[in-house]
């Protein structure tokens, strides 16, 4: 992973940006659900699970891939 896609920096994500995130209920599987961000809801800088954001869509789950 390198640094510009890591989903773990709040620096690295900006509303609009495309990105592969996982649910609460699919932290077990590991699906993963890809969409646009709308909001990030996460306020800290880092976050060891992946930043928390809201899509378009308005699901909501930690980014592990950014697009």
């Known amino acids: 992973m390198t640094a510009e896609?890591?989903?773990?920096q709040r620096k690295n994500l900006s509303a609009?940006?495309?990105v592969r995130i996982v649910?609460?209920?699919?932290?077990?599987?590991?699906?993963?659900?890809?969409?646009t961000v709308k909001?990030?809801?996460?306020?800290?800088?880092?976050h060891p699970?992946?930043?928390?954001v809201r899509?378009?869509?308005?699901?909501?789950g930690r980014v592990q891939y950014i697009e």
């Open 5 to 8: 896609k890591d989903g773990r």
């Open 16 to 18: 609009g940006m495309k």
């Open 23 to 35: 649910l609460k209920k699919d932290q077990k599987s590991g699906k993963l659900t890809e969409g």
């Open 39 to 46: 909001e990030i809801l996460t306020s800290s800088s880092f």
């Open 49 to 52: 699970h992946g930043i928390k």
């Open 55 to 60: 899509l378009t869509d308005g699901s909501v």
